[in-house]
């Protein structure tokens, strides 16, 4: 038992069948691949078959013949089958392919980059005579027309654009004609679909006269609608400085870009004491006009009582205030005249 068992391993394309009478062969139980020219299903003593490969499937070894022999068993035989391979596929240019063998009965399949299209079949098959079913397709560019222009705009693109026709890719950036304003989506691309992206509008917007601001100025006064991107200079008067953009202009929406506004100087509320002004130090009472304006700053001095020096604080001018830190000590009337030098800002310097 044993032997036949080596038998059967050692010959695995080839089962003897087991004798029933000493005067036949059964039909011989063959590797699924192998091709035996006959039918039937019992075989005289002596009888010769002849071994062939399956369509798809090329010989590789062992005799091609085996004989029924008078113990009712085949002659051995090592006759293999193995499939026959079709050559490595090549990928389509802008395209891929997925395959995972390349034998008989394999399948390749393939597709194409963003923005191209498959010309051909995009499956193959690996035939009986070792070709490819269908020949490596074509990945096609994507074509748009040319994009829609809207009135009263244009377009931009980022590269040449020759003839009737743009890639896929192609982007463009649409632009209004003044006074028009743009609506929608400035960028138009060439999208994957052969179609553009949705074209924006070009809509007239106006403005009317914006109001003047407190303590301030116009450049104009005329009572006319004002066109997209228009602008309106403000000013202020006298001491007042302007906060903001000096300019406003017609904006998208038909209203105004946000006006400035006119803040107020300061006056530095200490009577008796130096301050530091723009580099400059100085007695309050040599200040004149006492006046300092929005966003100014100004330093006044402070004593450190605990060391006996004195330092300086800064403070700013907002919108007509101006805070006096609260280190801040006003002197005598008799210290400041008389002891001048006992000040702050006269003493050792923390
Ligand atoms: C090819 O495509 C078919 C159908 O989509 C899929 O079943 C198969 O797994 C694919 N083969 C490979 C190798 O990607
Ligand atoms: C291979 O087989 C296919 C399908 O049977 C056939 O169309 C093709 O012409 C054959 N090619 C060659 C080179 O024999
Ligand atoms: C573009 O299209 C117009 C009308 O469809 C045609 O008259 C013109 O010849 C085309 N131009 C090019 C360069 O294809
Ligand atoms: C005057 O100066 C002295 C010393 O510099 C100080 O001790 C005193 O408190 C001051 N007087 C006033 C009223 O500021």
Redesign the pocket.
């Known amino acids: 038992m044993e032997r036949w068992l080596t038998l059967l391993l050692l010959f695995p394309v080839l089962f003897f069948s087991t004798v029933t009478s000493a005067k036949g062969c059964r039909r011989p139980q063959l590797n699924a691949n192998i091709n035996v020219a006959v039918d039937q299903m019992f075989f005289d003593p002596g009888v010769e078959l002849a071994l062939s490969c399956k369509d798809g499937y090329t010989p590789i070894s062992g005799p091609r013949t085996i004989v029924c022999t008078t113990s009712g068993a085949w002659t051995a035989t090592k006759f293999l089958c193995k499939p026959k391979l079709c050559p490595y596929p090549d990928s389509p240019p802008n395209g891929d392919l997925y395959y995972e063998d390349t034998v008989y009965q394999s399948t390749i399949n393939y597709t194409c980059q963003e923005g191209y299209i498959l010309s051909g079949s995009s499956t193959s098959v690996c ?5 490819w ?1 269908s020949p490596v397709p074509e990945c096609i560019a994507m074509t748009c027309g040319l994009p829609p222009i809207p009135e009263f705009g244009m377009i931009v693109y980022n590269t040449r654009v020759r003839g009737n026709t743009t890639d896929y890719g192609i982007t463009g950036t649409y632009k209004c004609l003044p006074p028009y304003a743009l609506f929608g989506d400035a960028t138009a691309e060439c999208t994957t679909s052969g179609t553009w992206t949705k074209t924006p509008e070009c809509r007239r917007v106006t403005c009317s006269l914006p109001e003047n601001i407190d303590r301030g100025y116009m450049s104009t006064n005329d009572q006319r609608d004002f066109d997209y991107l228009e602008t309106i200079k403000y000013g202020c008067t006298g001491d007042y400085i302007v906060e903001g953009s000096l300019q406003i202009v017609c904006q998208q929406d038909g209203t105004w870009s946000e006006k400035p506004s006119c803040k107020a100087p300061c006056k530095i509320g200490i009577d008796k004491g130096r301050i530091l002004y723009k580099g400059n130090k100085m007695w309050i009472e040599d200040f004149k006009p006492n006046k300092v304006f929005h966003k100014d700053i100004v330093s006044v001095w402070c004593m450190n009582n605990a060391r006996k020096c004195g330092y300086s604080v800064s403070t700013q001018c907002i919108d007509g205030r101006l805070m006096i830190p609260e280190c801040y000590e006003e002197p005598s009337g008799i210290n400041y005249t008389l002891n001048s030098g006992s000040l702050p800002s006269e003493i050792q310097q923390c």
């Open positions: 035939q009986a005579n070792g070709t079913s």
